[in-house]
């Protein structure tokens, strides 16, 4: 089992500490807490209430005092009302709590995962390891369900133990034990008894019970582990089915499910050893305070029935809380690993925040136009792709990048994107124009095939009559009328036709500066040509720079930027270059 050290209540507080300290709830929240603690005080205080109440109503029914019995009916009645109330308002007020908690964390970790494209420098410069969304998704849920269920239990089950170790001790003055013809009395007798058997029982129980933690862990393991093998199967089912590879899935799954089967029959014989163990412990649980109790009933004639019952009812309610306290170290281990999975996903983000802050060494400026100074691209490893470059691009000019596989290119437009973090130079750009990148891969997102096209400006009433004109001028004019369709467009597209949809983006969008990054390589050349040529028609002021392999590229931009791959590179004028005008009667496909 993990330690509970300070080390992990140092990470645990700086989980819990914001919520409840600079969240703009946190008023609310501690209100709901205090609320939620009286509450759980206040039905302590009921329970030792019935305790109390057993001993008068059993003692009237033992003298057959009929009013009496009908007297305290009525009070149990009022008792177990308020009990059911406080009970059903605690629960409420308790997952309130754990929504809005969970709430806040959500937001908070996903504008800290979000921000200065974090959720992408994790994956380039981590290990990629991480789960980012099992983070977000599950161990907040729970993270809050957890900490404010064993906070609350454990504080219950405290005052509980106070509460009734205290009547315990009272009852037991009345317990007086007769031995070779004396009587004498043990202090705190049944206390001790109490004691010594809910701690005999649950230590037992976790000697037996322990390895059902790491089984369970397991099973979840196993469980994750055959469920993303068929995710996985779901990404790539097309090329899974040209291989024909269902053979090999089929093995591969039940490879994997052969582990949670086997794995479930060690939890099922587990089980049965601890279910005997404590099905008979809890019998036992209902004879033993009665047992020790007898020689006060029978020989001594101290207590009555009524004093029997109270004494079985308030050894129960102390065994209770002893047990709940001994065997939450199964719940303290879950909890101990969510706590220490949010926070190695919460330093793996502020270790990223400051290699953000100290160690980009690529300096951004606003200025009028686009501008390079002296910059130079490297890899994490120290290799560089492009040394010292310089150019500078207004709006409405076009510079093409070309260059061999592996070379550069794509990593040069990340850098001028501001999104790779290996170099330095300068980078000055207007700062209030937004500019457009197209990788090779377009993104699409869920949703409609309006929000397909607004992504990511958004836009907060779409001109359909826009979108349908883009849609037509890409030759994609078939899906005009299913701009309100929702499905997964990025399976049912064909990656040429997700490419053209990233030009429609660009027409309604209309960027001063665009990259595109290979983003037209999947279409056929006259495709490609059309697209670039209603680029330079629509959009003459846009300034474009582009990276592709295809010469016939070389037309529609004014200078070439080559780079070598061993950071060398020329730039050259192109002779020539067409106009949107000279290519306005290429023909669009579709
Ligand atoms: N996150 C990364 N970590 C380490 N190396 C990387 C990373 N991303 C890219 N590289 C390496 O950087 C080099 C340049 O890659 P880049 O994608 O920029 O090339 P490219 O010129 O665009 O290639 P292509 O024409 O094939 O698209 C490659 O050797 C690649 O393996």
Avoid at 1 to 8: D, K, L, P
Avoid at 48 to 55: D, F, G, K, M, P
Avoid at 67 to 81: D, E, P, R, V
Avoid at 97 to 115: G, H, K, S
């Amino acid at each position: 089992m993990q330690q509970f050290n300070r080390a992990f209540f140092r990470d645990l507080w700086q989980i819990i500490k914001p919520y409840w300290s600079r969240s703009p709830e946190r008023w609310l929240a501690r209100w709901v807490f205090a609320l939620i603690i009286a509450l759980n005080l206040f039905m302590v205080f009921i329970s030792y209430r019935i305790t109390q109440w057993y001993a008068v109503f059993w003692n009237a029914l033992q003298h057959f005092q009929v009013q009496a019995a009908w007297t305290q009916m009525a009070i149990f009645l009022g008792l177990a009302t308020l009990y059911i109330i406080a009970a059903v308002s605690q629960t409420f007020f308790t997952q309130m709590l754990e929504i809005r908690w969970r709430r806040w964390l959500t937001v908070e970790y996903l504008d800290a995962w979000l921000a200065r494209g974090t959720f992408y420098h994790m994956q380039v410069l981590g290990d990629g390891t991480d789960n980012p969304d099992q983070r977000i998704s599950e161990d907040l849920a729970s993270f809050t369900s957890m900490t404010l269920n064993i906070a609350i239990g454990l504080l219950s089950s405290i005052t509980t133990l106070f509460a009734f170790v205290f009547m315990l001790w009272e009852l037991s003055a009345l317990i007086t034990i007769p031995w070779q013809g004396h009587t004498f009395t043990i202090p705190g007798y049944l206390v001790w008894a109490a004691l010594i058997y809910a701690i005999f029982g649950t230590v037992i129980t976790a000697w037996i019970g322990k390895p059902l933690i790491q089984l369970n862990f397991n099973q979840e393991r196993y469980q994750a582990d055959f469920r993303f093998s068929m995710m996985r199967l779901r990404e790539n089912s097309e090329s899974v089915a040209l291989y024909r590879g269902e053979g090999e899935e089929r093995h591969h799954f039940l490879r994997r499910f052969a582990e949670v089967y086997a794995n479930y029959w060690r939890i099922i014989w587990r089980s049965m050893r601890l279910n005997w163990w404590s099905s008979g412990y809890g019998q036992a649980a209902i004879i033993f305070p009665i047992l020790v109790s007898l020689p006060a009933y029978f020989v001594n004639k101290a207590i009555g029935i009524g004093g029997l019952q109270q004494i079985a009812s308030a050894f129960g309610q102390v065994q209770g809380a002893l047990s709940f306290i001994v065997s939450s170290y199964s719940s303290l281990a879950n909890w101990h690993a969510v706590v220490d999975r949010l926070r190695f996903f919460q330093q793996s983000m502020e270790e990223v925040h400051r290699i953000q802050d100290n160690h980009y060494h690529i300096e951004r400026r606003d200025g009028p136009y686009l501008r390079v100074d002296g910059l130079t691209v490297r890899l994490p490893n120290g290799r560089e792709l492009v040394r010292d470059l310089d150019f500078a691009l207004r709006r409405g000019e076009r510079l093409l990048i070309m260059g061999p596989s592996g070379g550069g290119k794509s990593t040069l437009i990340r850098a001028l994107a501001g999104i790779w973090p290996f170099g330095d130079g300068r980078v000055t750009m207007p700062a209030g124009d937004r500019p457009l990148f197209l990788p090779q891969r377009p993104y699409l997102p869920m949703g409609s095939l309006r929000d397909v096209l607004v992504y990511p400006f958004g836009m907060a009433a779409p001109d359909d009559e826009r979108l349908r004109q883009a849609l037509h001028l890409v030759g994609m004019a078939t899906l005009a009328d299913q701009l309100d369709e929702v499905k997964l467009w990025s399976h049912t597209l064909s990656l040429g036709e997700q490419q053209r949809l990233a030009f429609a983006r660009v027409l309604i969008h209309r960027p001063p500066w665009l990259f595109l990054d290979e983003a037209s390589s999947a279409l056929d050349e006259p495709a490609e040509q059309a697209l670039y040529g209603l680029l330079l028609e629509q959009l003459p002021d846009t300034a474009i720079v582009s990276v592709g392999h295809r010469s016939s590229l070389l037309a529609f931009h004014e200078r070439c930027l080559r780079l070598d791959g061993r950071g060398n590179w020329t730039m050259e004028p192109i002779n020539a270059p067409a106009t949107g005008l000279a290519l306005r009667l290429q023909p669009h496909p579709g």
